[in-house]
């Protein structure tokens, strides 16, 4: 377990009960990184990625005296994260206010360092992928959607996605098959027609 | 047409999905949630000492205001302007006394 200023996270958090308030700044720092990328697998957008992030860390800190240890505390505070995410997207489906490809320019500029010397109209032509990739993972299922985010974004292994679903690990790879083909037959149809 | 196969699937959604996880996260976000719980205490999970006991004092101070009150009211004569000595007894004050003195000379 990666210690901040020398304590662990149960020491964090026991300090932060306490009423030492400014121990909590360890734990952001910590698992912001981690957190943005699970905000950016739902939202696709940096702004609203930071917003839920913060959002996050909030009601994690007033949710504090109910963490009972039981659970990592990396899961705990990915689920508040998740659970901030499905409200937003639900918030923002019944507000239309929801503005997709929020990340494409940072996506351009990276693919442009990594395919320098490539076509532009390969570069082009990712950058449409990518925007159907985002457009198809927002149509995913709930859960399969959910898993795929955890597994791809943030990497995490199966045993603590099932944690995190209340499920088995055997449910999860199954969500993460069934994602995976609905991802590849949504973004076949541009391919083969792009491709030869 | 070139069909997309497994591997070809994987490298296309592994490079865009790679390019995103790359997006650094805000630098000052931390010193942002700081400020605002700072600036919120309500949302604090535990509150400070002298918020935490403030029931006591407000029950404590209930509690010696009862008693000053109940001894000052005790001592009060329910005929009016008399007061009881610690046998019990009434007593009458001063000015009542100075008023009889008067009635009586005349």
Redesign the interface.
């Known amino acids: 377990m990666e210690l901040v200023n020398g304590m662990s996270d149960q020491e964090l958090i026991e300090s932060?009960?306490?009423?030492n308030?400014?121990c909590?700044?360890g734990i952001?720092?910590k698992y912001?990184?981690q957190v943005?990328?699970i905000c950016?697998?739902f939202t696709?957008c940096?702004e609203d990625a930071?917003d839920l992030?913060?959002e996050a860390?909030?009601q994690a800190?007033?949710?504090?005296?109910g963490f009972k240890f039981q659970s990592a505390f990396s899961t705990w505070l990915y689920r508040i994260a998740v659970n901030a995410c499905l409200n937003f997207k639900r918030k923002a489906a019944s507000h239309k206010t929801y503005l997709q490809g929020g990340?494409l320019d940072?996506?351009d500029r990276?693919?442009n360092i990594?395919h320098a010397g490539r076509a532009d109209d390969y570069i082009v032509f990712?950058k449409e992928?990518?925007a159907r990739?985002h457009s198809a993972i927002a149509g995913l299922p709930g859960k399969q959607r959910v898993a795929f985010i955890l597994s791809?974004?943030e990497k995490l292994p199966q045993k603590e996605i099932a944690a995190m679903l209340d499920t088995t690990t055997g449910a999860v790879e199954q969500l993460l098959q069934r994602a995976?083909e609905h991802?590849?037959k949504k973004?076949?149809g541009f391919?083969?027609?792009n491709?030869? | 047409?070139?069909?997309?196969e497994?591997k070809?699937?994987e490298e296309?959604?592994g490079?865009?999905?790679?390019?995103?996880?790359?997006?650094?996260?805000?630098p000052l976000?931390?010193e942002?949630?700081?400020t605002?719980?700072?600036r919120e205490p309500e949302?604090?999970?535990?509150?400070?000492?002298y918020v935490r006991l403030f029931p006591y004092f407000v029950k404590a101070a209930c509690i010696v205001a009862a008693l000053v009150s109940g001894v000052y009211l005790g001592t009060l004569s329910p005929a009016g302007g008399g007061y009881q000595d610690n046998s019990g007894q009434l007593a009458l004050h001063d000015g009542y006394i100075e008023g009889l003195d008067v009635l009586l000379n005349e």
């Open positions: 932060v009960l306490k009423g308030t400014a909590y700044r952001v720092l912001q990184q943005f990328r950016i697998g696709h940096n930071e992030c913060q860390f909030m800190f007033c949710s504090l005296k990340t940072e996506i990276t693919l990594k990712e992928i990518a990739l791809r974004y995976n991802l590849r973004l076949r391919y083969e027609e491709v030869k | 047409m070139k069909e997309l497994n070809e699937f296309l959604i490079r865009i999905i790679e390019a995103e996880r790359e997006i650094p996260v805000d976000l931390a942002r949630v700081m605002t719980l700072l949302k604090r999970p535990v509150s400070p000492f």
